[in-house]
């Protein structure tokens, strides 16, 4: 399961220094030094189809991001927002790193750009931070989202006392496969055993040496030894599936299904078992095996988990398993919840969430708010989760509004003949995050 918007040419960090004491005068505005305003230019030349990209990036970039790869997603910038037609703003985090935005012809992209501060001041790093569609209002951006080959469901909800209240809905209780937001399910049964003073966010997991689906802990040796807090955030921010599954292993299979009816989840019973990323992985690699699978009881499924599958290798699931981009079985093998179920969800961690030790799960939900910075700003708060496989999309937001009311946004998108737009997808519900402000 992959993690939503991580659709970066290279990682940019920007530093912003502290003032010295309080008394400091406000700082003088930014201004862009005119290499850095020519290299935007070039890199827009660029987008558009001409441009020297040679001569305007910096080796190291180019190391990690060859031209064929940045050709890649400029034309997937272009299927989603539409040509890009002009600079919109820039807004100069030091004289030698922007934020830019680009006027394309259906939405508004958002790039982070840094030179190097010497000459020949070349592009050493560029973020695709976020594409915001043009529709004028949240009921346009969901007739949008209507529109897209397969099926989508969307909720905007107002989080009250009494639950989610619908603001805008269409399928909104009809159950999609979601990718990793299932594993908004397993952070909620950690925020429960750190609320009841069961675990602390701080206690240690010491691994037993066993292989992985990918991430920070694929291949951790025997012995090793990481926080709770540290799987949870990267589960979260990056959708890490070591953690994951290490996770899902810790609190317990049958805690987490227990949890489902607990936060709000209408049809638990499809979700059951409720399977690792490694399992899913190695049923979606075989066929014969997902077809025995798939055939049994609920009781034979959680056998076959327990027996060949377990006894499986990953190294059995070939690295080509998603490379077409074809959708696998993905109405049958994968975790199913409606947007109303996510909303619940993320309400139950919202209101568990209010005081004490398990309040630092807020934290952990806005590590990435998946949202441009102008549009992350408007919220109090902004707490995020999605997922994605080929043919699947999800895309969920707690949101708390300056006045202090709470919200939630969530959508997802299914087609089971052919892979889904992910930009359009993200754009559109990047939109309507920023229409919800009240």
Known sequence: MRNILAIALAAMPFAVAAPATAQVAPAAPV??????????EEVLTIL???????????PPFRAQVPREKFAAVTKQLTQAAGAPQRIASVRAVSP????????CERAVATLQIAIDATAPYQVSGLLLSGVSAAEASVGAVDAALAALPGTTGFLLARLDDGGPKSIVA????????????FKLVILATLVRDVAAGKRRWEDRVTLDGSERPAG???????????????????????????????????VGRSQV?????????????????????????????????????????EAGRRAMLAGEIARMPLSAVPSTLFADGKPVRIGELE?????????????????????????????????????????????????????SEPGVMAMSWLLQAKDGRWYAVSGSWNDSAKGVDEMRFASLMQRAVELAVP
């Open 96 to 103: 030698y790193a922007a934020v830019v935005t680009i006027a």
């Open 31 to 40: 201004v862009a030094a005119p290499q850095l305003t020519a290299r935007i």
């Open 335 to 387: 975790w199913f919840f409606s947007p109303s179920d996510v909303a619940r969800t993320l309400d139950w961690i919202r209101r568990a969430s209010a005081s004490g030790p398990a309040a630092d799960v807020r934290a952990i939900l806005a590590i990435n708010p998946a949202l441009p910075p102008a549009t992350a700003s408007r919220w109090t708060y902004a707490g995020y989760k999605g997922g």
């Open 48 to 58: 558009k189809g001409g441009g020297d990209y040679d001569a305007t990036f910096a």
């Open 216 to 250: 920070g802990w694929a291949r951790a040796a025997k012995g090793t030894q990481v926080s709770l807090r540290d799987l949870a955030a990267k589960m979260i921010s990056v959708s890490d599936n070591s953690a994951t599954d290490i996770l899902l292993e810790t």
């Open 257 to 297: 299904e227990a949890m489902m009816p607990v936060v709000g989840i209408a049809a638990p019973a499809r979700s059951r078992p409720f399977l690792t990323t490694a399992e899913v992985f190695k049923l979606k690699a075989v066929s014969a095996l997902a077809d025995r699978y798939l055939a049994q009881t």
């Open 170 to 181: 269409r399928n909104a209780d009809r159950a999609f496969a979601i990718g990793s937001e």
